[in-house]
């Protein structure tokens, strides 16, 4: 049941969004997309890599599979469309959905109060297709606080102010849309995945963060931990139209060594960066 309706919300978003639909502009470069359909076209690009990571056959010690942007579409696509309407200076570049956080959320680093109080989006979220009894999902509801969000929306929250302030340049996005994990829930990372699956997603998730890129006019990629700082390298040392920059940050987990006092040190690296002016 969770699967149909998990197709049926993603198929009434494509129609609702006309994603089906012949392009009007042909073969046009996604670069010269208007910025009246930067959201749309970044929604597009979102679902189609979501879709081709269902056809990815993850073998042991990979039990369960969790897509978001399948059974939280709905906060995610009000994530988008609120805050990914322009051209960004700043990409800040994230591994994949954690299970207290885009798991729950459907958002990037997405910690519920983060969401709820800061973002203001409260949105219906169901169930993935085969549920990790150790890692249910509850959406909104959902206790438990996911600390790396914590941190790091708290960080811009102390920042910005307001989340207006901070999307105004920058925008956070997940290089992987999709969470992995063993039978008893533990997080498998992309990084952790080995042979021909992880040639396949690397080969997806690379694609879709280059044309994010070229889409969005990023200036400056910020990737957030050592895999995304990685991938970012790969896709633009193949290819980087734009001159654009990537920049690492120190991931905010509380399982990074020596990393307790993670705002402070964030924040004196995004001042070395210089990129603290986006965000005062």
Known sequence: MNKLINRFSTKMLRKKLKLDEPSARGNESIASTDLDSISKTFLELEINLNESLKLLQFKSPVEFVYHPLDYALKPHTVYVNRYCTTHKKVM??????????????????????????????????SKPERECPEREITGFACKRSEISGQRIWGLFKNL??????????????????IAMMKRGGANVTPSEIKGDAQRKLEELCDKALF??????????????????????????????????????????????????????????????????????
């Not at 890129?213 to 895999?227: D, R, S």
Request: hydrophobic fraction near 40%.
């Open 92 to 125: 800040f570049v994230g591994m994949n959905p954690g299970p207290w956080g885009m798991c729950q959320t459907g958002i990037p680093f997405g910690e519920i109060s983060a969401v709820k109080d800061w973002f203001k989006i409260n949105e219906e979220v």
């Open 160 to 177: 910005c102010g307001v989340p207006e302030n901070f999307f105004k340049y920058a925008f956070m996005y997940n290089y992987c849309p």
């Open 211 to 280: 044309e994010v890129i070229q889409l969005l006019k990023v200036e400056i990629v910020v990737g957030v931990g050592k895999y995304a700082e990685t991938r970012a390298l790969q896709v633009l040392k193949k290819s980087n139209p734009l001159n654009t920059r990537v920049l690492y940050l120190l991931h905010p987990s509380p399982r990074v060594p020596n990393n307790k006092n993670w705002v402070e040190t964030a924040e004196k690296r995004l001042n070395d960066l210089k990129l603290i002016s986006y965000f005062e």
